[in-house]
């Protein structure tokens, strides 16, 4: 009963090539994130959807298109895989209440180029 | 300067002892503060969140808030070698946005 699940866990990957990962979340959440957590543990914002609707875009290289069909998904497309693009990636979903928004991230995916 | 700053560590505390880490942020306008704790190839899970200036405690667990000085700490009572993982500390200034600091990885020695 995964509340935050995202697929692969695993992605290997050739320089150049497109890849997927696909994001879904349980818990009725109407905000949903992508981060990039770099060797050092930096864990990065990329994307924030409120309700299929981009509201955060941090100047990620456009090879990366987040695309959501509806409030429970957000898939994340990756053109042209780039040696740095190595890294894991965590989806994220939360809810404001209480004026307080947590977040619950998936297991994440951890992607190498070579 | 980044929006959210922590002290990368290592930090190593003798179990037993209080382990005391801190986090700096940089927007004013931020709301609600997060303390995450990550094991190694796993997720970050929630340990706490703070709104108000002030403590909050949870068990063996207290945050600590500074709006004027844009301060969060987190203090560990009896540290366990269980609690020997990465801290993060996140900061949100609204709901569709919670920006990480970098993170401190805590040891605890037996």
């Known amino acids: 009963d995964t509340a935050v699940s995202q697929t692969p866990k695993y992605l290997v990957t050739q320089m150049g090539n497109d890849k997927s990962i696909k994001c879904e979340q349980n818990?009725?959440?109407?905000?949903m994130y992508w981060y990039k957590q770099d060797s050092k543990k930096f864990l990065k914002i990329m994307f924030s959807?409120?309700?299929?609707?981009?509201?955060i875009n941090e100047t990620v290289p456009n090879r990366f298109s987040p695309k959501s069909p509806d409030k429970a998904h957000l898939n994340l497309h990756i053109n042209s895989l780039e040696l740095g693009d190595s890294a894991v990636y965590f989806c994220a979903s939360s809810q404001v209440v209480n004026f307080v928004s947590e977040a619950f991230f998936g297991q994440g995916t951890r992607l190498t180029v070579v | 300067q980044k929006e959210v700053e922590q002290n990368s560590g290592p930090l190593s505390v003798p179990e037993g002892a209080i382990a005391s880490l801190n986090c700096t942020y940089s927007?004013?306008?931020?709301?609600?503060f997060f303390w995450y704790r990550q094991y190694s190839g796993k997720s970050p899970e929630l340990i706490m969140f703070?709104?108000?200036?002030g403590d909050k405690e949870d068990g063996r667990f207290t945050a600590q808030l500074n709006k004027a000085s844009q301060y969060v700490s987190l203090l560990i009572r009896d540290s366990q070698p269980s609690d020997s993982a990465t801290y993060l500390c996140?900061?949100?200034?609204?709901?569709?946005?919670?920006?990480f600091g970098s993170g401190t990885r805590l040891s605890i020695r037996p």
């Open positions: 959807y409120n309700n299929k609707e981009l509201i």
């Open positions: 927007d004013r306008g931020s709301q609600s």
């Open positions: 996140a900061v949100s200034s609204s709901a569709s946005k919670i920006i």
């Open positions: 818990l009725g959440h109407d905000t």
């Open positions: 703070i709104y108000s200036n």
